[in-house]
């Protein structure tokens, strides 16, 4: 049996996040268990974003404020 815990939940938006780093070999473990989690519970919100993805995210939000 495996597990899967998402790192972040945002309720507002009824979604949870994963955070990878850009190694091959965790993100394809990773996506795995999202389509897993996702074949399970389809009515449950997950997306996977890989870090460097949010660090442009949070850079542009900086640039702005």
């Known amino acids: 049996m495996e597990f899967f815990t998402p790192d972040f939940y945002l309720p507002e938006f ?3 996040i994963e955070v990878t780093v850009c190694k091959p070999e965790l993100r394809t473990r990773k996506n795995r268990k999202v389509r897993l ?3 399970n519970h389809p009515n449950v919100n997950v ?3 890989a ?5 442009r995210v949070f850079s542009r939000l900086a640039e702005a404020s």
């Open 14 to 16: 009824d979604l949870y």
């Open 37 to 39: 989690l996702r074949s």
């Open 47 to 49: 997306k996977l974003f």
């Open 51 to 55: 870090r460097r993805d949010l660090d």
